[in-house]
């Protein structure tokens, strides 16, 4: 059974840092791996697909990878703003149903 | 952003009542997803629907049915409400990837939420 792990549960930082959010995934037979973006209160904002056969996304200030071999994806945020506090979760694709498999998510507090 | 919308936003019930959610998309989207959100559980799937008429269970099904009779609406049904089932529901939409093809499995999409209390 897929099982995917967010450390830490929470971060906080001094605006301006990079900072970097783990995920791990216990089964490598993945399709793809999303990066979300929730906010208090309200529906998931999708930051980065990253499909199987890549190693790695960028979005402005955000940069994603992707090792399935080892079963990790890191998610890279530059110079980090306090816009960017949020909770941030990542989530798998594995199998033919197409559904996303969750960790417990990142929140992260930029503080000015 | 993408355009999905759900219905009611809130939704304050009790025991016992049936409940319909509503999730429509303007995108023609071929795969839609109703998943709930829970503090300790996080998002899991409860039913998933991969075409018109064509629906299957996902990993918390039990008490909840869904239909989909056109492309651009899911419904979500609790039969018989339980306090239990209070809780954040969320849909959301995918192109999905090509036939058989799952490797090239689009992005999902997420709707604004409902927030369900059941008393």
């Known amino acids: 059974k897929q099982e995917v792990t967010q450390i830490p549960a929470a971060l906080s930082v001094p605006e301006g840092e990079n900072l970097v959010l783990n995920c791990s995934f216990t089964d490598s037979a993945i399709y793809n791996l999303q990066w979300f973006r929730q906010d208090p209160g309200k529906g998931l904002t999708s930051l980065l697909l990253i499909q199987s056969s890549q190693r790695e996304q960028t979005s402005g200030r955000l940069n994603a990878s992707l090792d399935k071999s080892s079963g990790r994806s890191t998610l890279y945020i530059a110079a980090s703003q306090p816009g960017d506090s949020a909770t941030y979760l990542c989530?798998?694709?594995?199998?033919?149903?197409?559904?996303?498999?969750f960790g417990q998510g990142t929140t992260l507090q930029v503080k000015p | 952003d993408a355009g999905i919308t759900q219905s009611p936003r809130h939704k304050v019930t009790e025991t016992g009542t049936p409940v319909t959610l509503r999730c429509h998309q303007t995108?023609?989207?071929?795969?839609m997803y109703w998943y709930r959100q829970d503090p300790g559980h996080g998002l899991r799937l409860i039913h998933y629907?991969?075409?018109?008429?064509?629906?299957d269970k996902g990993e918390v099904s039990d008490g909840y049915s869904v239909s989909r009779s056109k492309t651009e609406d899911f419904l979500l049904t609790l039969e018989s409400a339980t306090s239990s089932q209070t809780s954040v529901y969320f849909c959301a939409i995918s192109s999905g990837g090509l036939a058989g093809v799952w490797g090239s499995y689009n992005e999902q999409f997420f709707g604004p939420g409902t927030r369900l209390t059941v008393l």
């Open positions: 629907s991969y075409g018109v008429k064509d629906t």
């Open positions: 995108e023609n989207h071929r795969y």
């Open positions: 989530a798998v694709i594995s199998g033919n149903t197409g559904k996303l498999i």
